[in-house]
């Protein structure tokens, strides 16, 4: 395991200032407010298209798919920044993130031409189909069934809790191609890429705690698709799906997903916290510091040309169990404070019962999410399980 130092270089931060510039512009036209909206699957085509027009999706792709040439850790401010503001992303998000590297990667010419410029400009939702009914933490025993036909494939079966599958123009599926052999159950399995609107996909809601639709159950039936959408090697999908995971595991989305809460949290102590809300603040910011750094060292090590997949998932595995024990620690903190009358409002100005009635509702809503934190990309058991492989005590 190796975390290399890395630090945010200049033209970082000189992009920081200017998407900071950007997002309050957004929040003052009111196309979001940062303290209302609680979740990253929030989809606003116009947003991303501004975002797309401005270079920030696709930022570190070749130009001539749409790209910026930039680097992971210009891409890593952006990323942080929209987060922090709790900006709707959720349109480009995971096309960004993992299914534009993935198509730059293992997908034809034709294919890369025609779609990576469409995510860039931010015109393009993807999902991930991965988990199934019966496969979920063991990827490697999925069986929605890909058979082969005339000039493509064949697909039946069901994918499910596909976060966005209602929104999204493509998926990239993992789908079965041929048995496991004896020797290698990994064996048989095939990434593909699914257009959305194909015959055959039947698209069924499912609602999280939170009463929210962010994800779907996904019925194929025998739908076609063709010969050019297979990505990379029939039957060799394990080391593409597991490289994918670097990416969706390591981002600072990974401990930022609930941020909103701990800065309302320091808005309800308001300016001179007692003793016990400072060393709590204290406890909380330092963590999430020391999270800050390893995720922002991961991203440099993307950027060296890397694939940090036992760091990212350390990263995941203590950013999201950090997030799960927020909501729980802010509702301790904040018992005691008198929510009619806090200290350091203006006279006359009743800002903390306008901060503790935002406070509260974001208490409610990380209080329901915080569940799903430690499932999604990954269980906490199967991180830990990589994590002990990867330094040899399995
Ligand atoms: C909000 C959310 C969004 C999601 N979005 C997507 C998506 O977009 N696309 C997609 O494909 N999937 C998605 N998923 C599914 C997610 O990847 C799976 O839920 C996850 O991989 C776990 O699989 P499972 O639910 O089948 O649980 P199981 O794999 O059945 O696990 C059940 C329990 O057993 C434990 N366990 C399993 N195997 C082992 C082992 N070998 N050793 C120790 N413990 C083990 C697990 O840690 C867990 O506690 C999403 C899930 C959530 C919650």
């Known amino acids: 395991m190796h975390f290399d130092q890395v630090r945010l270089p200049e033209a970082a931060q000189a992009l920081r200032r200017e998407v900071r510039a950007f997002i309050q512009d957004e929040v003052a036209a009111g196309t979001f407010d940062p303290r209302r909206g609680v979740t990253s699957v929030v989809f606003d085509a116009g947003f991303s298209r501004r975002v797309g027009a401005r270079g920030w ?33 959720g349109l480009h998000f995971t096309a960004d993130r993992q299914s534009g590297p993935m198509l730059l990667r293992y997908a034809g010419e034709r294919i890369k031409d025609a779609i990576l410029p469409r995510i860039t400009r931010g015109e393009c939702c ?34 499910v809790w596909t976060t966005a599958a209602h929104r999204a123009d493509y998926m990239i599926g993992l789908f079965r191609t041929s048995p496991r052999t004896r020797d290698d159950r990994r064996h048989g399995l095939t990434q593909f890429l699914v257009d959305m609107r194909a015959p055959g996909i039947t698209v069924s ?26 990505l990379g090697e029939v039957d060799l999908a394990w080391k593409q799906a597991t490289s994918e995971l670097a990416y969706e595991r390591s981002g600072p989305e990974r401990f930022l997903e609930t941020s909103y809460l701990l800065f309302e949290l320091v808005r309800v102590l308001g300016d001179r916290p007692d003793v016990r809300g400072a060393e709590g603040i204290g406890r909380l910011v330092a963590q999430l510091h020391a999270l800050r750094r390893m995720s922002v060292s991961v991203a440099g090590m993307l950027e060296a040309g890397k ?11 203590l950013g999201t169990a950090w997030q799960q024990t927020l909501p729980p620690r802010a509702r301790d903190l904040a018992a005691f404070v008198d929510a009619g009358a806090p200290a350091d409002a203006p006279a006359g100005v009743p800002a903390g019962v306008i901060d503790r009635e935002v406070f509260d509702a974001l208490l409610d809503y990380a209080t329901l999410a915080a569940p799903k934190l430690t499932i999604q990309g990954g269980t906490t058991e199967i991180l830990r399980g990589i994590i002990a492989r990867g330094l040899g005590l399995r």
Not at 310 to 317: A, C, H, R, Y
């Open 205 to 230: 809601p499912l609602s999280d705690m939170t009463g929210r639709r962010e994800f779907d159950e996904v019925v194929f039936d025998d739908m076609f698709v063709p010969d050019e959408h297979a």
């Open 57 to 89: 999706i696709g930022m570190t792709w070749p130009k001539r798919y749409g790209g910026g040439e930039r680097s992971f850790l210009e891409r890593y401010v952006v990323t942080e920044e929209f987060r922090v503001a709790n900006a709707p992303v």
């Open 126 to 159: 993807f999902c991930i189909g991965m988990s199934e009914p019966g496969s979920g933490s063991d990827l490697f025993a999925a069986s929605t069934r890909a058979t082969r036909c005339d000039g493509g494939w064949r697909v039946s079966g069901t994918k």
């Open 307 to 317: 694939e940090p997949v036992l760091e990212g998932s350390i990263v995941k595995d």
